[in-house]
């Protein structure tokens, strides 16, 4: 089977249990919203993004995109829309639900700079902002590099970087956003989500957060999105999430995101003031912050080859993301990363449990897109791009993309984004949200790969032949849960993967396991597990070989000669120590498959670099499981 380059807009027909199959498009008023049943136990993964941005975001507006909340839902339910630049858009399959999280800061003003006549702009840098955003994409792009610029080294003028200023026109826009989420929230089709970005970056180091509500707009209606000009630390933007708790009953999670461009301050070992992490700010973290956005379109935070020297797949998305923070305003050195990655995070927690109690980095891992474009596009056969000026079209794999200084970093450093993969009992806002209270979801580099994992202390192969996914919460626990201490045995994992039905095959299934000894030394150690035609590819010296490759780039195209449609073992821990504390976590590969700009490659007759990567392994990360042993 081949995978043709074919047109940008890819209609595909629903996969039963992984896209809802419901006629979509038509708007749902709360009179046409029926009740929804929950199942006994998730029986089905729910895919989305709860990362996109839409004109209301400042930078997006200002990089070009003009669609709005209404086009976001509408695409993400499955209809054509008309992007920006004019092409035609929509998703080979729908999604499952959308987190439309637009900037807290300065929510619509480089709309309201752009919309307000040149003349009555008294504030001389406005009006070089207006005219450059008139001027056109190159403009715009130049107008929000600088303004990005000034946020990060703290000096935008006060009617952007004072609250009060903007009170008015935040709580308008707000306002007219959930009545349209609410409006396409349609319970058991499609999950709506209230949520914004606190966009914290102190001095250009990336420290931002998703903000994401349970509840419809009675509850977030009273309340506006937190800004990082109000509460300069992420303790502030918890004391908001209390606060909106408090106040309406409804709750609220934060998803960090892009610690790669953090320069070593997401994941830190020490406490906000610089002192040794209290049990108490651990256990708020904790609470607070269930998952972390591991890959995305500005690169990939699951590992890096630096930590993990041992890991042949560490690698993936880092490149040019490895530089410098956001704005590229500060290198980065070595000493950064272990602050960066959320394997190394992972093991931190471990470290900082042993001597406080609390973990504060027990976190499951999704994926989301952070497209600025208004369409959730996680495809590499239909990316539309970081921004609206950056849509497909030649030449953009190869055009300097950094955001501010606009240095070190080129179009072909993205990735084609990222999707949030949900074990939940039904596609509710109730249900998808408290299936990532629990961490029992997993990230995916853009594919739509089925994957699960169990944890216990009896499995068996014989729970293969029977309904084993019945068998696994009777008798352990799903991604993100806890391993209590059994009585001295190896724990026993049920793994199981199946490809994307309408994409790649897969390579290998590997357990990645990290802890940290009786000194309080952090270590990994990463596992095949089960792997595609064993037979021709015994391991040798501990590895198992290269699966191979199948892509022609001369057509962006690979074939299904390779890899395996499903993956499944029962594994046991060979190495387990019941004394130490350990979390385990599974990473599925496919077979080698075209990148975006293959892709472009082909549709527009250009000519990439030597020094861009054309081809990857796509890849998804589940959240981990944790052992912890008896005091």
């Keep these: 089977m081949k995978k043709a380059i074919g047109a940008l807009v890819v209609v595909g027909a629903c996969v039963v249990g992984l896209a809802a199959c419901d006629k979509v498009g038509s708007k749902t008023g709360a009179g046409a919203k029926t009740a929804v049943v929950d199942t006994e136990f998730p029986e089905r993964v729910y895919w989305g993004d709860t990362h996109l941005h839409t004109s209301n975001s400042v930078d997006a507006f200002g990089f070009g995109v003009r669609l709005g909340s209404e086009e976001a839902l509408r695409f993400a339910r499955g209809e054509e829309v008309t992007s920006t630049g004019g092409l035609k858009a929509k998703l080979a399959r729908p999604l499952d639900f959308l987190v439309i999280a637009d900037h807290s800061d300065g929510l619509g003003f480089t709309r309201k700079i752009y919309e307000t006549p040149g003349f009555l702009l008294r504030n001389p840098l406005f009006r070089r902002w207006h005219d450059l955003m008139h001027e056109g994409p190159e403009g715009s792009m130049k107008a929000t590099g600088e303004l990005i610029d000034a946020a990060a080294s703290g000096s935008l003028p006060a009617n952007i970087s004072d609250p009060k200023r903007s009170a008015k026109t935040t709580r308008s826009i707000w306002n007219d956003h959930v009545s349209i989420v609410e409006r396409y929230n349609d319970p058991g089709k499609f999950s709506a989500f209230m949520g ?191 921004h609206s000026a950056v849509e497909p079209r030649a030449g953009r794999a190869m055009e300097p993309q950094n955001l501010g200084t606009r240095e070190g970093r080129s179009g072909y450093h993205y990735l084609a984004g990222g999707y949030a993969a949900v074990w939940a009992k039904s596609n509710t806002r109730a249900a998808i949200f408290d299936a990532m209270m629990r961490r029992e979801v997993y990230a995916s580099t853009g594919p739509r790969m089925q994957v699960r994992v169990f944890g216990g202390w009896d499995f068996t192969a014989n729970d293969l032949k029977t309904n084993w996914v019945k068998a696994g919460y009777a008798r352990g626990v799903p991604m993100g849960g806890d391993l209590k201490a059994g009585a001295g045995k190896a724990p026993v994992f049920i793994v199981s993967a199946l490809k994307d039905p309408i994409g790649a095959n897969l390579d290998r299934v590997q357990m990645v396991k990290g802890w940290v000894d009786k000194a309080g030394v952090t270590h990994e150690q990463i596992y095949d597990v089960v792997w595609s035609d064993p037979a021709r590819r015994a391991m040798t010296g501990g590895k198992v070989p290269p699966v191979g490759d ?34 385990y976590y599974v990473r599925v590969m496919e077979i080698p498959t075209p990148r975006w700009v293959a892709y472009d490659a082909v549709r527009y007759k250009v000519k990439m670099g030597p020094e861009v990567r054309m081809k990857d392994q796509e890849r998804a990360y589940t959240s981990p499981i944790w052992y912890t042993p008896k005091a």
């Design 196 to 386: 914004f970005e606190y966009t914290l970056m102190p001095k250009g180091d990336n420290l931002h957060r998703v903000v994401m509500f349970r509840d419809g707009k009675a509850e977030a209606s009273k309340v506006v999105p937190y800004s990082s000009l109000v509460g300069t630390s992420a303790e502030m933007l918890w004391d908001y999430m209390d606060g909106y708790e408090k106040t309406t009953g409804g709750k609220a999670l934060a998803i960090p995101h892009n610690s790669n461009v953090s320069n070593g301050l997401m994941f830190e070992l020490t406490g906000p003031d610089g002192g040794p992490m209290s049990a108490d700010y651990a256990r708020r973290r904790a609470a607070r912050e269930p998952l972390v956005e591991a890959t995305q379109i500005k690169g990939d935070s699951e590992s890096h080859p630096f930590l993990s020297p041992n890991d042949e797949f560490a690698s993936f998305g880092d490149a040019g993301w490895d530089l410098g923070n956001l704005p590229m305003s500060s290198k980065k050195t070595p000493d950064m990363f272990a602050g960066e990655y959320v394997r190394e995070a992972l093991k931190r927690g471990l470290a900082i449990e042993a001597k406080t109690g609390v973990n504060p980095y027990k976190m499951g891992m999704i994926g989301s897109t952070d497209s600025h474009t208004a369409l959730a596009t996680g495809d590499e056969d239909n990316f539309f791009g970081k």
């Design 550 to 583: 199948t892509v022609d780039l001369a057509t962006a195209t690979y074939a299904n000669t390779i890899g395996a449609p499903e993956l499944t073992t029962v594994w046991t821990d060979p190495d387990f120590d019941p004394t130490l504390k350990a979390f």
